[in-house]
T-cell receptor, first 114, second 116 residues
Framework: DTEVTQTPKHLVMGMTNKKSLKCEQHMGHRAMYWYKQKAKKPPELMFVYSYEKLSINESVPSRFSPECPNSSLLNLHLHALQPEDSALYLC?????????????FGPGTRLTVL | AQTVTQSQPEMSVQEAETVTLSCTYDTSENNYYLFWYKQPPSRQMILVIRQEAYKQQNATENRFSVNFQKAAKSFSLKISDSQLGDTAMYFCAFISYGGATNKLIFGTGTLLAVQP
């Protein structure tokens, strides 16, 4: 299984809602990532987890809260978002730290904040 | 700071023809990897090809090949016999050995349209 899955595919939420994005991989990878991607732009790194511990937070606002309950699962909890947070949210995983580890991307969750 | 530049925001090619996408990068590191990622419309991003900086031989994957010029810090992608399924956004990306994490630096992307 060489797949990263993300749910839901699409999400529409109001600025006062709380929602969560989910990412799963069953490749035994120990590093997982959240990226934000605006239309026709490259992905921007948000968070990196390694061995279920948060390793990198790219100065992301606290209205985005990541969680890694186990080595296969990565969540992104959303609260009090702004319309400018509307984007494609990509999850990725890699075998571990180190440059030799290819990142496998999921299909993304397209988020619209009203 | 490390940067990746793709100077062609959009390109178009006829089916079965060859197209070359440009990428330049800037780094003071000696050891790094370069990648081309493909992101088709509404589909997930996949790795097309990878080049290790210490290897002089250009990487090839079927119809995809690169021209890696380390001294010039250039890393172009050639797609031969273009197919309709090659229509996608292509991102050039870089990662160095020195960092503690697998942090990719992406270029701004080239939107390639393959015309029938």
């Amino acid at each position: 299984d060489t797949e990263v899955t993300q749910t839901p595919k699409h999400l529409v939420m109001g600025m006062t809602n709380k929602k969560s994005l989910k990412c799963e991989q069953h490749m035994g990878h120990r590093a997982m990532y959240w990226y934000k991607q605006k239309a026709k732009k490259p992905p921007e790194l948000m968070f990196v987890y390694s061995y279920e511990k948060l390793s990198i937070n790219e100065s992301v606002p606290s209205r985005f809260s990541p969680e890694c309950p186990n080595s296969s699962l990565l969540n992104l909890h959303l609260h009090a978002l702004q319309p400018e947070d509307s984007a494609l949210y990509l999850c990725a995983s890699s075998q571990g730290f180190g440059v030799y580890n290819e990142q496998f991307f999921g299909p993304g969750t397209r988020l619209t904040v009203l | 700071a490390q940067t990746v530049t793709q100077s062609q925001p959009e390109m178009s090619v006829q089916e079965a023809e060859t197209v070359t996408l440009s990428c330049t990068y800037d780094t003071s590191e000696n050891n790094y990897y370069l990648f081309w990622y493909k992101q088709p419309p509404s589909r997930q991003m996949i790795l097309v090809i990878r080049q290790e900086a210490y290897k002089q031989q250009n990487a090839t994957e079927n119809r995809f090949s690169v021209n890696f010029q380390k001294a010039a810090k250039s890393f172009s992608l050639k797609i031969s016999d273009s197919q309709l399924g090659d229509t996608a956004m292509y991102f050039c990306a870089f990662i160095s050995y020195g960092g503690a994490t697998n942090k990719l630096i992406f270029g701004t992307g080239t939107l390639l349209a393959v015309q029938p």
